[in-house]
Every structure is written in C-alpha cells, then in structure tokens.
C-alpha cells in the first residue's frame, strides 16, 4: 500500500503561480499529476519516473509546468507557472509501484494510488 498525501492548492490570478506538493508514505515505481475539472474526464497532467527522473507532460501544459520529485523524502512536486483560468481544477497525486507500458501513462488505470485531491482555481 502506498499513501498518497497531496497539498499546495488555493487560488491565484491568472498569469500566477502554484506549487503543488504530494507525500508518498514509500517508494514508487512511476508518479504523475492528474486533474479533473467539474464535467470533464480526469485528465494526466505530468509524469515522472522515480528511477531516473524521466518527465513527461500532457501538450497543455508543456513548458509551464515542471514535475519535479525529492527521492530522499518521497515528494512529488508540481512547479505551476502562468496558470490560466483553463487549469482551475481538482489536482490528484497518483502512484504506481509496477512498471507499465509507456503507452498508458496518461490513462487513470495505470495507477493504483491515489491522494485525495487539492483544489486549484484560476482567476481572470
């Protein structure tokens, strides 16, 4: 079992700035970023492979956010600059200790581990 704790939401101005945190209660294989917007699907956001740091991101948010990850402490970061109102949404921390196909990164089965969410809401 892994634990997943997520903190760091809140709200910004558009054009603004978040720091996302998440605490693993141990290691994992692969992490990633999710977010669900009220309607819409959950969608992956970034992806970061614990051994070894490989990042990869959805076409969105390329270039404005990093995923980053403290390995000594098990956290996951996600680095949010120029937040624009498109991005207010529920952000999940997700988890997996079995490697995958890379070709289902993105999708919500691949994890098995989920925290509980922070809200991120964009203001214009």
């Known amino acids: 079992q892994v634990q997943l704790v997520e903190s760091g939401g809140g709200s910004v101005q558009a054009g603004g700035s978040l720091r996302l945190s998440c605490a693993a209660s141990r290691y994992t294989f692969i992490m990633a970023w999710f977010r669900q917007a009220p309607g819409n699907e959950r969608e992956g956001v970034a992806i970061?492979?614990?051994?070894?740091?490989?990042?990869h991101y959805a076409d969105s948010v390329k270039g404005r956010f990093t995923i980053s990850q403290d390995n000594a402490k098990n956290i996951l970061y996600l680095q949010m600059n120029n937040l624009g109102p498109e991005d207010t949404a529920m952000y999940y921390c997700?988890?997996?200790?079995?490697?995958?196909?890379?070709?289902?990164?993105?999708?919500?089965?691949?994890?098995?581990?989920w925290g509980q969410g922070t809200q991120v809401t964009v203001s214009s």
């Open positions: 997700a988890a997996d200790t079995q490697p995958g196909a890379g070709s289902v990164m993105f999708e919500t089965s691949r994890y098995n581990y």
């Open positions: 970061i492979y614990t051994n070894g740091g490989r990042t």
